[in-house]
């Protein structure tokens, strides 16, 4: 009996484990989701999840910090410090309904924001570092074929960009203020939101720093 082919049948079968950084990733999308289960209300979107404050506007990051997102419970501090401890660079980008139908060259904040440096020592897009976060326009295609997929049903999925690991996932919206809120006229939509519909995602890019 050829036990070498048995065990790779096995191993075939039962799926490849997750990578520890996905690992990772998923406590750390525990609690961002948690955080838009309990919104406050001068905090909403981005602002809910990242310092500065960028309601109503696009994101942008204060270059002074070391990381835009602000541990706010025991759990979240545990998170980040084990990233930090496995050197995972993380970058988050959020976005909503509108980047299946946005015109990327008009930069709708509605569309997508981000990214913001999640881990210390995150290297922010920049022209001058091959090496930094994606910038806007390279996760816009993904955060809309991300959206096309939550629509359909789609629970996340990951892919790589250059050196990065990319991993989307939903949120829906799980409360009747959630609904109320994306249905306001102000949102322009065509169709009404329904409760656990999709109402955007969040989209990380991480990957291990190198030493």
């Known amino acids: ?3 070498t082919l048995i065990l790779l049948a096995a191993f075939l079968f039962a799926g490849a484990p997750p990578t520890p950084n996905l690992s990772l990733i998923e406590r750390l999308n525990q609690c961002t989701t948690k955080r838009f289960r309990d919104p406050l209300p001068e905090n909403l979107g981005m602002s809910r999840m990242t310092v500065p404050s960028s309601f109503g506007t696009h994101f942008r990051p204060d270059l002074t910090r070391t990381r835009d997102f602000l541990p706010e419970t025991a759990v979240e501090r ?10 995972v660079q993380v970058g988050l980008y959020l976005f909503g309904t509108a980047v299946a139908t946005s015109d990327p060259s008009q930069y709708n904040f509605r569309a997508l924001k981000g990214p913001a440096a999640i881990t210390a020592g995150t290297p ?4 001058v570092r091959a090496d930094a976060l994606p910038a806007w326009k390279e996760i816009y ?3 809309h074929r991300a959206m096309q997929s ?3 049903g789609g629970k996340g999925f990951e892919t790589r960009l250059d050196t990065w690991d990319i991993a989307a996932r939903p949120l829906l ?3 009747d ?3 109320a809120c994306h249905n306001n006229p102000s949102y322009g939509r065509v169709a009404k939101i329904q409760l656990d519909d999709p109402i955007g995602g969040i989209i990380y890019a991480f990957r ?3 030493p």
Do not use: G, K, W
């Not at 545990?78 to 050197?87: A, C, F, P, S, Y």
């Not at 922010?124 to 022209?127: F, K, Q």
């Open 1 to 3: 009996m050829n036990y």
């Open 78 to 87: 545990q998170v980040i410090q084990d990233l930090e401890e496995h050197r």
């Open 124 to 127: 922010r897009p920049s022209p």
């Open 141 to 143: 295609p993904i955060a």
């Open 150 to 152: 939550f629509r359909d």
């Open 173 to 175: 919206a799980v409360q």
């Open 177 to 179: 203020r959630c609904v």
């Open 208 to 210: 291990t720093a190198t």
